[in-house]
């Protein structure tokens, strides 16, 4: 996947696509995929890296969510068990099993738990993926040594998906190109063009590394920018009112020492009503998450003082070591598209996390709300629209049993860093046969090698220290000050691949440094 061929496709494009998507986080990534697969002349827009944005923010959980199932918004919970099984079985080198503890401390929370979780086990049918069961206290403690035994009466463990977000959406990028998609990275959609009878009818769009506007013509445009969704509405229609609510959910992420097994914790309740994860991800642990309200979105949304201690006190409540602010190796924080409730209510805790498929009155087709979890269905349902409104000739989705680019089912994403690759981690060792100074090892703890660096510039479209250190590889999400500190190394490897400058080196450490200001704690005074 090169950028330079992408835009040789876009040039050489004389009639109208079929389908052009703006936004390439997961919703418009997924988009992408489902019209291409269909057969339909797809171009995808990203006016900043793929999964820039809440896409690659996320606690890299594929879950039917068992706190909506709470809520009992029971229609959600089985669509997304269907598509939880879904992605497991579509894309089993960036999808795993997980399981997770419930710890009990009351001696009704055990029958209580027990029962909703088997409710849960059977809403999955055929696609479930484990058997939720009643632990005791001596078991709990064997699965998670370093749990608060004071007061704890047991456990209930049960099982959900685990990814890596930013990983997930460079394969549906490729997946899309396989079915001769075209997407972009740094081409930003500068306005809605529109026909005589104000029918929205293409988009003119910015090549942020040239600086050229191209003209686009396309028989259905579809706005699929999550938290900027407004921004891009209001081309269409300037005064038009806000529909989303931008929600911030933060993570911090401690070393594998707090939670030295494979299991997670799941506390359901924190004390303002919240759900709270430990979880092992990439041999560290990630802790979160919050949900603050966000007057706007953000690009780089900063984690508030209040949503850390809140996240590193409710983690201290249920581990024997407490984890302080000299513990986190990175914070990341990201926004929530959520559709804006109807009336005053502030809360976004009972927000409803279905989506919602909009067209205006200009034809464009907005899609909003969702999760990660349910991209596919979210994508299917748009598609649907579009092919209506573009007049479109009708093909049914085949992504239901569609692999995900680098399928491959024989390799292990626990232990193996580079299962992530998919088929392509073949590839990527007869690189380093032919070059062998590329086996070098930059970085053990987020791991690294100098391989990875010169394949994603070549064949993952890294335009930037940025896009290498925090979604190629993960080490920015993984560890902040490690990232900062091999980053001359990695700029110097890019500016080799891309044929730049000293002065372009400089630029980018300069701006990552900015960007990975954000993910590092500062420490209060005692």
Request: glycine letters at 8%; proline letters at 4%; a negative charge.
């Amino acid at each position: 996947m090169k950028r330079e061929k992408m835009l040789k496709r876009l040039k050489k494009q004389k009639e109208p696509w079929d389908i052009v998507v703006i936004g390439g986080g997961a919703t418009g990534l997924g988009v992408a995929v489902d019209a291409a697969s269909r057969g339909y002349k797809t171009l995808l827009l990203e006016q900043h890296d793929f999964a820039k944005g809440t896409s690659s923010r996320s606690t890299k959980l594929v879950h039917g969510g068992v706190r909506y199932l709470q809520q009992g918004d029971i229609s959600l919970v089985l669509e997304a068990l269907k598509e939880r099984g879904l992605m497991i079985k579509n894309a089993p080198h960036l999808v795993k099993n997980q399981a997770f503890i419930i710890p009990n401390y009351e001696w009704w929370d055990g029958p209580f738990y027990q029962v909703g979780l088997k409710v849960y086990d059977l809403m999955s049918g055929k696609l479930g993926i484990g058997s939720s069961k009643k632990l005791s206290k001596e078991e709990t403690i064997e699965h998670i040594p370093t749990i608060d035994q004071k007061g704890l009466k047991g456990g209930v463990v049960y099982f959900d998906g685990q990814f890596d977000d930013a990983r997930m959406a460079l394969s549906l990028a490729k997946t899309a190109k396989q079915f001769n998609g075209v997407v972009l990275n740094y081409f930003e959609v500068v306005e809605l063009m529109k026909n005589e009878e104000e029918i929205i009818c293409g988009v003119k769009a910015k090549d942020l590394e040239s600086g050229k506007v191209h003209s686009i013509q396309a028989r259905a445009v579809i706005n699929a920018t999550g938290v900027f969704a407004d921004r891009v509405k209001k081309m269409d229609e300037p005064g038009v009112k806000d529909m989303i609510q931008p929600s911030q959910g933060i993570h911090l992420v401690v070393s594998k020492e707090f939670l030295p097994h494979k299991y997670a914790i799941m506390v359901p309740h924190t004390k303002d009503g919240r759900v709270m994860f430990a979880v092992p991800w990439h041999n560290k642990v990630v802790l979160g998450t919050t949900d603050t309200i966000k007057e706007k979105p953000e690009l780089e949304p900063q984690a508030l003082d209040s949503e850390i201690d809140f996240i590193l006190e409710t983690a201290g409540q249920y581990l024997v070591q407490q984890p302080t602010r000299k513990d986190v190796l990175a914070v990341f924080s990201g926004l929530r598209p959520l559709a804006k409730p109807e009336g005053d209510d502030k809360s976004t805790k009972e927000i409803s996390r279905h989506h919602k498929v909009m067209i205006s009155q200009s034809g464009l087709i907005t899609i909003i709300g969702g999760k990660w979890t349910t991209y596919r269905k979210m994508a299917e349902d748009t598609v649907d629209n579009a092919i209506l409104i573009g007049a479109l000739p009708e093909r049914k989705c085949i992504t239901h049993n569609l692999p995900i680019y680098g399928y491959d089912q024989n390799l292990d994403i626990t232990t193996d860093p580079l299962a992530v690759y998919g088929t392509e981690k073949y590839q990527l060792l007869e690189l380093e046969e032919e070059e062998p100074e590329l086996a070098e090892i930059i970085s053990e703890d987020i791991p690294l090698r100098k391989s990875q660096v010169v394949w994603a510039v070549r064949n993952e479209m890294a335009r930037t220290v940025e896009d290498m250190l925090a979604r190629r590889v993960r080490g920015l999400f993984l560890n902040a000050k490690e990232s900062l500190r091999i980053a001359p190394q990695v700029a110097e490897i890019m500016a080799i691949e891309l044929k730049e400058d000293k002065e372009w080196v400089e630029d980018q450490l300069e701006a990552f440094s900015e960007v990975a200001s954000h993910y590092i704690i500062q420490q209060t005074e005692d």
